[in-house]
């Protein structure tokens, strides 16, 4: 507990090795400040399909993709001030074998996440999304089973947030909650500035924390609200109240 307030588990559950910096960079590092467990799991490096810069540097060879991916992804990591597991099933297809499913869950009940953030369900542009958004979801329900390995605790009604895609609207994303980042916002800059494979997109998130801040402001965040993340619940949210 920090303060008066129930310190919390969150975990990311990510396609590829930078996803957790673009998309949910500044959640994850808003909970680690809080004093929230936040884990992030990276089943690929993105080495084949998300490391463009890499790939137009001469004579360069996977191993060493990967090998540069993890470091910036850790680096990264460590900007935001989470923890970062990498699975390595490879990208572009991203297969999820059944063995990796049994070590997501493990990795859950472990963890005991009141939050999982992961993709959206149907990104017609990257596979890869919807296969890391099917593994969460599949890996929640084995992990809520009272049956499965009686030897560690189940979860509970864990909550899952999806992040915003690169195109949400073609994506069928529709948010239902603006996160303010603006005090972490400097973190997550730091973050998106390590990851040399994908640099051309540190100006476009950088603009779309700033339209969503935007966005927030107008349905009734203060003015001191200068960027925001746009998640979208999977489960209803229960209250003993209207809001």
């Known amino acids: 507990m920090t303060g008066s307030r129930v310190t919390r588990?969150?975990?990311a559950i990510t396609a590829h090795s930078g996803d957790f910096v673009w998309?949910?960079?500044g959640a994850l590092a808003l909970s680690a400040a809080r004093g929230d467990s936040v884990r992030v799991i990276c089943?690929?490096?993105?080495?084949?399909?998300?490391s463009q810069g890499l790939w137009k540097r001469p004579h360069m060879e996977m191993d060493t993709v990967k090998r540069i991916r993890r470091e910036e992804a850790e680096e990264a990591a460590a900007a935001l001030g989470v923890d970062v597991d990498f699975y390595d099933l490879?990208?572009?297809?991203l297969v999820v074998s059944e063995d990796a499913r049994e070590r997501v869950v493990a990795a859950l009940r472990d963890a005991q996440p009141d939050v999982l953030l992961t993709h959206v369900a149907n990104d017609p542009y990257?596979?890869?999304?919807?296969?890391?958004?099917?593994?969460?979801?599949?890996?929640?329900?084995?992990a809520q089973a009272m049956g499965h390995d009686r030897a560690t605790?189940?979860?509970?009604?864990?909550?899952?947030l999806m992040f915003e895609p690169h195109q949400p609207e073609v994506c069928g994303f529709v948010p239902n909650l603006l996160l303010d980042i603006t005090p972490v916002f400097d973190r997550k800059r730091k973050a998106m500035e390590v990851m040399s494979a994908q640099h051309h997109l540190i100006e476009y998130y950088t603009e779309l924390g700033q339209r969503r801040g935007v966005q927030?402001?107008?349905?009734?965040?203060?003015?001191?609200?200068?960027?925001?993340?746009?998640?979208?619940?999977?489960?209803?949210?229960?209250?003993a109240e209207l809001i």
């Open 9 to 11: 588990s969150i975990v």
């Open 43 to 50: 089943l690929s490096f993105g080495e084949r399909g998300e």
């Open 126 to 142: 990257n596979r890869d999304h919807n296969t890391a958004h099917e593994t969460a979801l599949a890996t929640r329900m084995v």
């Open 153 to 160: 605790t189940p979860i509970g009604a864990t909550q899952v």
């Open 216 to 239: 927030a402001r107008r349905n009734g965040a203060s003015g001191d609200v200068l960027q925001a993340e746009a998640y979208q619940r999977v489960f209803p949210l229960v209250g």
């Open 90 to 93: 490879g990208d572009y297809p």
């Open 23 to 25: 998309r949910a960079g």
